[in-house]
């Protein structure tokens, strides 16, 4: 029997439903949810993923906005448009799409972003709330992975969790949520010799390497629990993963659980983000 697929599509309008029914508290209450969303430049990839969030808002009750520039925006333009939504009480969140352009400072434009909108937890404040293990917005995608593995219903505590990837946006977010949860957590990364050694013996691998088959069915146990942040293309045109997933499905029978791509982590990013501009709002109330 394969391992179980961990279905984020559904645990993702599960949590939906309960979002849209917060915000229609507040919203009742006279405090809607807001976020605003700044697209710079012609990205075809960025203009899809800020579309679904637009729409993401709309079906969850939110008000939304969407500024969208040409690439040609400057530096200083972009930093007053952040001002001006800083001291907008409508706004709650703010998101400014990556990647930014060249010619823009992107670090610094996440820095100008007030600290209780900064809805994807990127910024060095919200970083530092969450290495010191104080309440804050935490990076969407690895909160969206905490509530997958959560899903399964395997306890955290005393498990030893691999963080394949070290980048500020997941991997190393990653590994301090898991911290946080008890397990004990190794990171590994492109620098790792030999990293089957890590991860054949983890309880809980969550990959994100953007790289294909970076996990393959030598490296994993039966009954682990595999998380894959990857998105790929392969082959045959397809959407895939940073893991080898038919023959890491068959390793991990028994018990094992693992999401599929698409359709696992991709759903409950967006999904975190609406959390975060919730939370925001209610802060703000």
């Known amino acids: 029997m394969s391992a179980t697929l961990i279905d984020g599509k559904a645990l993702s309008e599960r949590l939906r439903g309960e979002i849209a029914a917060r915000a229609a508290a507040l919203t009742a ?11 710079v430049g012609d990205d075809a990839a960025s203009a899809v993923y800020v579309r679904n969030k637009v729409k993401a808002c709309a079906d969850g009750g939110f008000h939304s906005v969407l500024e969208q520039y040409p690439a040609s925006l400057t530096q200083a333009e972009l930093l007053a448009r952040v001002a001006a939504l800083n001291a907008d009480p409508r706004i709650h969140g703010i998101l400014v799409q990556m990647p930014l352009p060249p010619h823009l400072d992107a670090l610094q434009v996440i820095e100008a972003i007030a600290p209780a909108k900064d809805v994807d937890g990127f910024s060095v404040h919200s970083a ?5 293990g104080l309440p804050g917005l935490r990076p969407a995608t690895p909160f ?3 509530k997958l593995i959560e899903s399964t219903g395997v306890a ?24 946080q949860a008890n397990a004990t957590v190794t990171v590994c990364h492109s620098g790792t010799p030999d990293l089957g ?16 088959r970076t996990l393959t069915a030598d490296m994993v146990k039966p009954g682990a629990v595999i998380i894959d ?3 790929n293309r392969g082959d045959d045109g397809k959407l895939c993963g940073d893991v080898d997933f038919g023959p890491v499905r068959e390793a991990l029978s ?3 659980f693992i999401t599929p791509v698409p359709g696992g982590v991709g ?10 501009t919730l939370q925001a709002a209610e802060a703000a109330a």
Do not use: E, F, Y
Request: net charge positive; proline share 7%; aromatic share 0%.
């Open 229 to 231: 942040v990857g998105i």
């Open 267 to 276: 759903p409950m990013t967006i999904t975190m983000l609406l959390a975060n």
């Open 254 to 256: 028994p018990g094992g």
């Open 197 to 212: 050694l890590h991860t054949r013996p983890a309880d809980i691998v969550v990959v994100a390497t953007g790289r294909r």
């Open 156 to 179: 955290l505590r005393g498990k030893h969790a691999v963080v394949v990837g070290r980048s500020n946006t997941v991997g190393k977010p990653m590994a301090l949520l898991l911290l």
């Open 144 to 146: 969206g992975c905490m």
């Open 128 to 132: 530092g709330q969450l290495l010191t």
């Open 29 to 39: 209450a006279g405090r809607q949810p807001g976020l605003a969303v700044i697209l």
